[in-house]
Each structure stands twice: as C-alpha cells, then as structure tokens.
C-alpha cells in the first residue's frame, strides 16, 4: 500500500464566542488501495487565517515527502516531517499539521487491517469512557451558566467543566468575587455529588500568586480542578500553585510533543496533564506522554474541544490507556460535533461508548465539510 495524495480542509464555525473555538481543518490522506485516512488539526483562529497556513504546510510542505510512502510506516514518517519542518518551528501550527496526518496514519492502518486503532495503540483497556460537559462561562449570568450544566445533569452527567466566558473583557478569573459568586451558584445548583472543574482558559494569563488566591477561594466549594490559570511556558508557576493549594491543577492543551511535556511531567508541575491529540503531534505522540504519565505515576485526561474526528481520536486512545478515568466532551453547540459524523457517538448514562469498528470508528458527512469550509 502507498500514499498517493494528501489534503487539508480548513473549516469554520461561527459561534456566538470566540472561545468556542470555531477552527479546525479535516486532513485526508489517500492510498492506491482506495482506503482514506481522516485526521484532524485542531486550530483555532478568529478568521480562519491559522487553518489556511496549515493547509500550505500540509499541502506544499509535507505532502511531497509522504506521497509513494508505506502509510504503516507511521513512526518513520512521523520523524521525517518533524525533521523537515525545523526551520520554522516544531510547535504550532507545524505540530498541528504534523497531528492532522498522524492521526490519518492510524485510520488508515486500522481500516486495513480491520480493527480499531485502539488494538493497534496496545489492545482495550475499558468499552466505555466517562465523560464530563465541557461549557463556557456567561459571567453576566451565573444562575443561567448554572441551570445549563444541570440539564447534562439530568441527562446522567456526573461531572461538568465551565471555562472561559464570552469575551476577553467578561472572562472568569478577573474578578474574585465575581469568580467566587459564579462557582457558588454553580456547586448550589449541580448539587455536592457532581463533579465540578473550572478552566480559566487563555483570556486570562494570572500571576501564581494570584492563582494561588483563587484556588483558595474555590477550595471550600470542593472543586475536582482547576485548569490552566497560568500561561502554559511557566512550568515553575504551575510547581508552586500545585504544592500551594488543595485542588487538582491541570494543564497541556497548549503544549507540544513528547518534548514539551517533558518538564511538566518530571517535576509534577500539574496533577493532571491535557494533551490534545489533534495539536500536540497526532496519537504517535499522545500514546508516548500516556507512557510518560504512567512512569511518573500521573493522572491524564486529553483535551478535546474541536470537532468530533477529535472525540474519535481521543476515544480510540483513552481504549488503550491504562489509567482512564474520564474524558472531555464538548456540549457547546457546533456542527463539528454534532453533525460531522454520519454516526452519532454513543452516550449512554454519563458514559461514551469506544467505537469498535475499523480505524478511527468515523465516517464524515460531507455535506457538513462544504457547509464549514473556509472560503478563501
């Protein structure tokens, strides 16, 4: 089998926030024996322009040194476009193109084979995942933030995460007490047996000493964690909010390879580490951080809030992890997730179901592709 052609779409949502995340690019890689390996680079830009640089990496850069290749060879090729795109940057949106192909490698060598990646990545651990709704903030409405996590609720969710907020200027982590009244309106209306996380997100970058405030002003409403209050390049800030505070601290979605989880894995900066599969270099990469946090005996949960190639990618992983204990799923509305696969991921009881069949366990609607395209 060879690779005989490579391409990235860029797509676009128009939500009512940016940070919804409206980017993502879908990238298809094809063989001579007819079968097509879908992935994702997980990109996130207000206009489209990040998804449109992708797509030239993908489509000028890395296409031709893939092209007549062995797509089994996932590894080897992995290394070669790592190696090619030295010079402007192994982070970014090179590491996102790089993920977008990975996670294609895989689809296609599950399809050919017919199994799911998951036996490919070591065999199944667990047929199911509990999952968490991830949601936004509305800061000018905490009964109403409150009321929409408890209709999860009532849909079997035992754990819900809130992050962000609409806009830069009405973020969480801004104001303490507003930030305190929000959380305490949530903990009063999911009630004391749900799981709570708040993600601070990147419209706000706190110093650790006033991270290390807010967390203590959450500790009493016994939240499960606290994600990303810090910029992702202070590791040492994330060491000492971590040894300073009663709550789970979790971080990594803005990180990069193997690499770039390195340090905080080995200092145990962070209690729970959140790599993206479709950013942080494809599943090659994400099952190798799942090796490091078991040797440094650390809890993982891989973010996901991008499309649904993204929540098969990360499903077909956690299958294959030891230690899963519960996924991201985002509830936020977005045709990438809800109408991008012509099968509906499976929920059941607060659970996702691991798709069994070949490859990645998804088939894209197409319509929903020309429906988001990027028009350039």
């Known amino acids: 089998m060879r690779i005989t052609d490579v391409h990235l779409i860029p797509l676009m949502t128009y939500e009512e926030s940016i940070s919804a995340g409206p980017g993502a690019a879908l990238v298809e890689v094809e063989t001579d024996e007819g079968i097509t390996g879908v992935g994702e680079a997980c990109i996130h830009s207000e206009r489209g322009e990040a998804a449109l640089a992708v797509q030239k990496i993908v489509e000028i850069g890395f296409k031709p040194l893939v092209v007549g290749e062995n797509p089994f060879d996932i590894q080897r ?53 509990p999952v968490y709704a991830s949601l936004l903030f509305d800061m000018d409405d905490p009964e109403g933030t409150a009321k ?144 490091f946090c078991e040797a440094w005996n650390l809890m993982m949960v891989p973010h996901g809030f991008s499309s649904a190639v993204n929540v098969a990618a990360n499903l077909q992983l956690v299958a294959s992890m030891p230690r899963a204990f519960i996924l991201e799923y985002r509830r936020t509305p977005s045709p990438l997730i809800s109408r991008l696969s012509k099968k509906p991921f499976t929920y059941e009881d607060g659970c996702l179901k691991i798709p069994t069949e070949p490859g990645l366990g998804i088939q894209i609607d197409y319509s929903v592709v020309e429906e988001c395209s990027v028009k350039q």
């Open 77 to 129: 090729l992995w290394l070669k476009l790592y190696s090619y795109c030295e010079w402007y940057g192994r982070a970014g949106v090179a590491t996102y193109a790089l993920s977008g192909i990975d996670v294609a490698l895989w689809d296609i060598c599950g399809k050919a084979l017919g199994v799911p990646v998951y036996t490919l990545l070591g065999g199944r651990f667990r047929d199911k995942i």
């Open 148 to 291: 929409v996590g408890k209709e999860y609720v009532k849909l079997g969710y035992r754990a819900v995460k809130y992050g962000w907020g609409k806009t830069r200027e009405r973020a969480f982590g801004m104001n303490l007490d507003k930030d305190e009244e929000m959380i305490r309106t949530i903990r009063e209306v999911l009630g004391q047996d749900i799981q709570i996380m708040v993600d601070v997100g990147r419209f706000v970058n706190l110093t650790p000493a006033q991270a290390i405030k807010l967390a203590k002003r959450l500790e009493k409403y016994n939240i499960f964690w606290l994600e990303e209050p810090l910029p992702p390049e202070d590791v040492t800030g994330y060491k000492m909010l971590s040894d300073a505070v009663d709550i789970y601290i979790a971080a990594g979605e803005s990180e990069y390879s193997k690499q770039g989880f390195l340090e905080y894995i080995t200092r145990r900066a962070v209690d729970i580490i959140q790599p993206d599969v479709t950013k942080a270099g494809g599943l090659t990469e994400a099952k190798k951080i799942v090796d």
